[in-house]
């Protein structure tokens, strides 16, 4: 098979080519860079079946080639990471609109079935935990600059599925919720890259607000392979799933399981939000999917634990892991 990966020098796009490629099909990436970075891919260049563009989804007869080539279509590149976000949302709204649109009709051209991914984002403000895939989503305002990217990403999700009941383009909607593991930069906010390195490095670890906010934080390697197996199967065309751990944890407990881990003298401090966002920032208190959908269709288990996460996070970033 060939498989076109956008946002493939990303964590997530980079970790999905490893599993293609050692399955034996071809893999093409298309990535600007922009968040993406090259060192994701550098241990792929010698591989005779992988093959890279560096540019973006909006530079249609680039990505019209690339549909032309391949079988299947993830599209992964996106702007991420809820500090990015709010520091440029006008990138935000521009790259996930419009790079899903051409995407999206390249892809109806040819009828290549195409995987969008969404984010747990989209359920906003609803306190209806877990969160279900046909529950309600409750959007924050709009001047406050977080809420454009679950936006962004519903518009992408309404246009996957019209795509779908209108024109019979097969598609596929996934909502990652907190994902982590090797590669991911704690640039852009993640949470767990960002303690890791504060606690390896002796410096503060910053929880933001009171850390009673929890999440739920699933392994790449085992959200990659729900991605490989939901575009296997084709009872999974015009749904939407969500894909993450169950496991919930507060940002607190967390700090404290990276410093006891990582052996770290580093001090736990609080941050305002505000500070650390911008003024009126909302977070989300909880965020916890319900899998069960992905589990019945594709026997989707998150199968390592939270220690096991953080210890190959803290491999990669003291240089032990690729
Ligand atoms: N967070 C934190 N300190 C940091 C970075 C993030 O306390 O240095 C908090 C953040 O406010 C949120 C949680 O950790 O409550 C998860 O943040 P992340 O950006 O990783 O994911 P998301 O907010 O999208 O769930």
């Known amino acids: 098979m060939r498989v076109l990966i956008t946002g493939g ?6 970790h999905l ?13 298309i990535d600007d860079l922009s968040t993406g970075k090259i060192e994701n891919i550098q241990h792929l260049k010698g591989q005779p079946r992988f093959h890279y563009t560096i540019d973006t989804v909006h530079n249609q007869p680039v990505t019209a080639e690339l549909v032309d080539q391949c079988d299947v279509i993830f599209h992964l590149a996106a702007a991420v990471g809820v500090k990015l976000i709010v520091e440029s949302p006008v990138r935000t709204i521009e ?10 009709a390249l892809a109806n ?3 290549k079935k195409v995987l969008v991914a969404s984010t747990s984002e989209v359920y906003g403000l609803s306190s209806d935990v877990p969160f279900r895939e046909d529950g309600n989503l409750v959007m924050g305002a709009t001047t406050k600059g977080r809420w454009s990217y679950a936006c962004s990403k519903a518009i992408d999700e309404f246009l996957a599925l019209a795509y779908w009941r209108e024109k019979k383009l097969p598609t596929i909607i996934v909502r990652l919720f907190n994902t982590v593991g090797p590669r991911q930069t704690g640039q852009y906010g993640m949470v767990i890259p960002t303690f890791v390195k504060q606690a390896l490095s002796g410096r503060p670890i910053t929880v933001y607000g009171d850390g009673n906010q929890s999440r739920c934080f699933g392994f790449v390697g085992d959200v990659v392979g729900a ?12 749904q939407v799933f969500n894909i993450g751990s169950n496991q919930e944890i507060s940002i607190l407990e967390l700090a404290r399981r990276v410093k006891e881990l990582t052996q770290s003298d580093s001090e736990i401090v609080f941050i305002p939000y505000d500070e650390a966002y911008e003024e009126g ?3 989300m208190p909880r965020r916890v999917p319900d899998i069960s959908k992905v589990s019945e269709l594709v026997g ?3 199968e390592m634990s939270l220690e096991g996460i953080l210890k190959t996070v803290i491999d990669y970033q003291s240089g032990r892991q690729k």
Do not use: Q, W
């Open 95 to 104: 790259t996930n609109v419009r790079g899903t649109e051409v995407v999206l």
């Open 17 to 29: 080519a490893d599993a293609y490629l050692k399955r034996g099909d071809h893999v093409y990436v």
């Open 109 to 111: 051209k040819k009828k």
């Open 300 to 302: 989707f288990r998150p």
């Open 227 to 238: 991605l490989v197996n939901l575009m296997d199967h084709n009872d999974a065309v015009g």
């Open 281 to 283: 920032f909302e977070d």
């Open 9 to 14: 020098a990303g964590f997530i796009g980079s």
